[in-house]
């Protein structure tokens, strides 16, 4: 059987056919020139529409002005009015600019102008299935003059040259893989040789390098962007073969971008690597799958990859500024979008730190549970929310009864014609954000998950139980069985009978009435 090709169509103010000789492997469609507004307000059939608009789209005789925003508020409706028509994911450029410099002061105008417009722009990614194509990040990476021919431009309004067409095709594929990936939801970190140069407990903290002169200031950069891809949802972790108190001491005597605190787990011992990071995963309730571990003993990294089957990356230690270049053409630590449950992720996890050393007080686990003081909000179709309750769709494996996997386009579809539940948490520790997704079609329970940093505490027979409370009797429910979803398999023998026969990988049941309530969890409005 021949797999179909994935089909992506252009839409553009300029030529955009010479992209085809760089996207073999799709079925490329180009829609006629400076057909926007048409084209945007009718049905389309296609996975991918890729508007690829140039400066001049927003530009009057090569100037942009208050007009050029005008213009970008304009395609942001017409967006908006597509999506209500389409299925279709949408990839959009941004803009970048070759102004001419006669004066700082008036180019910086031109440039001032250009950054608002391409907010403008950003904020496109709001709507649902919208993700934005860097073109002006090309173009820098680039130079404008290897960017752009102007004269091919102005005689067949084809703007870019064969190295820009390579690098927006090479973005646009990146961006489909995007599209179609899980992100990994955690770093696992060698420290000696990684996070430093040098081995802390042979040179002595006082001759590690990592300060502001060479080589340190490249190990000061890789940790800045390891602090940046926490700060877009990846949790960092420590998995080093030392004596805790030498690395600890590193971190409280030299300033250094990352702290000890950024690493959610530390396992700073003698153990196997692969032991140690078995108990990182089981310590943050993530699959091996989720996990990249960066080390610059290949030992290290190949019993690791052979008894656990994760993927590993190798540090130079020889050429120690090669590891810039790590996280640049690594597609599973970029994100299409960041939420903000991704920017507060590396803090809920420092809560609940703080509520596992907490609930050792606790002899007994309801006491525990009531302690905490648990407050549940429940929210029907939330527009806002939609790209977490997508993303929660997408990752949750662990607590997911049937585990369908939907985008945002279906998601915002089905809040139109069905019930999507989603549902927030907080406690006395702080806020862990929308934790939790129930929807319902037709009184029937099609998907129901919870984050696994939620789970523990009871609150599925809570969520249940507002689930039954505000639908209507009876309710369908089934589990369909994963490799993955086991641990949910009887879930829901303890609240419905089974309604047919049993199969080998699937249940369905039938819920008759109101789950009983979770006192101690309190719902909020």
Excluded at 478 to 501: H, R, W
Aim: net charge neutral; charged share 20%.
């Amino acid at each position: 059987m021949i797999e179909k090709k994935i089909k992506l169509t252009f839409l553009s103010n300029t030529m955009t056919q010479p992209l085809n000789r760089y996207l073999n492997g799709f079925e490329c469609e180009h829609l006629n020139i400076d057909t926007v507004a048409q084209t945007l307000s009718a049905k389309l059939k296609t996975d991918y529409l890729i508007l690829l608009l140039d400066t001049s789209y927003y530009a009057q005789d090569g100037f942009l002005n208050t007009e050029s925003c005008l213009r970008a508020e304009k395609l942001e409706a017409l967006l908006h009015l597509f999506r209500s028509n389409n299925t279709a994911k949408i990839i959009v450029s941004n803009i970048t600019g070759n102004f001419l410099n006669i004066n700082s002061g008036l180019y910086q105008q031109q440039c001032q102008k250009l950054f608002e417009i391409n907010q403008k722009i950003e904020n496109f990614s709001t709507i649902s299935d919208v993700t934005i194509l860097n073109v002006h990040k090309l173009a820098n990476d680039l130079g404008q003059q290897n960017f752009y021919n102007r004269k091919n431009g102005f005689l067949f309004q084809m703007p870019w040259t064969q190295a820009a067409l390579a690098a927006i095709a090479n973005a646009v594929c990146e961006i489909i893989q995007l599209f179609n990936c899980t992100r990994k939801k955690v770093l696992v970190l060698d420290a000696d040789n990684t996070l430093w140069g040098g081995i802390v407990g042979e040179d002595g903290i006082d001759n590690i390098d990592i300060d502001q002169n060479y080589p340190g200031i490249i190990y000061r950069f890789f940790q800045q962007q390891l602090k940046q891809l926490q700060k877009s949802g990846l949790l960092l972790t420590l998995a080093s073969k030392n004596n805790k108190q030498d690395v600890k001491e590193v971190f409280n005597k030299k300033n250094m971008p990352l702290t000890w605190d950024d690493f959610v787990v530390k396992k700073v011992n003698w153990q196997p690597k692969a032991q140690n990071i078995e108990e990182i995963a089981n310590t943050l309730n993530v699959g091996l799958e989720s996990i990249l571990f960066l080390d610059d003993n290949t030992f290290e990294l190949s019993e690791t990859e052979a008894r656990l089957g994760i993927d590993t990356i190798k540090i130079s230690v020889a050429n120690p500024i090669e590891n810039l270049n790590i996280f640049d053409n690594l597609i599973s630590v970029k994100a299409l979008n960041i939420n903000n449950e991704d920017r507060e992720k590396t803090a809920q996890y420092q809560k609940q730190n703080k509520r596992t050393v907490y609930q050792k007080q606790f002899i007994s686990m309801e006491d525990y549970l009531r302690s905490i003081e648990m407050k549940i909000t429940m929210f029907t179709n939330n527009t806002s929310q939609l790209k977490r309750i997508t993303q929660l769709i997408n990752k949750t494996n662990q607590f997911n009864l049937t585990t369908r996997r939907y985008d945002e386009t279906e998601v915002s579809n089905m809040m139109g014609m069905h019930q999507v539940f989603s549902f927030s948490l907080n406690d006395k520790f702080g806020d862990l954000g929308i934790i939790s997704v129930v929807i319902v079609k037709d009184n029937n329970i099609d998907t129901f998950l919870i984050s696994c940093r939620a789970l523990g505490r009871n609150i599925e027979q809570k969520i249940l139980h507002l689930v039954t409370k505000h639908t209507s009797l009876p309710l369908r429910s089934c589990y369909i069985k994963t490799a993955k979803n086991e641990q949910v398999s009887c879930f829901y023998d303890k609240f419905a009978s089974l309604s047919d026969k049993e199969e080998s990988d699937s249940k369905n049941y039938q819920l008759v009435s109101t789950v009983k309530d979770v006192s101690y969890i309190q719902e909020t409005a």
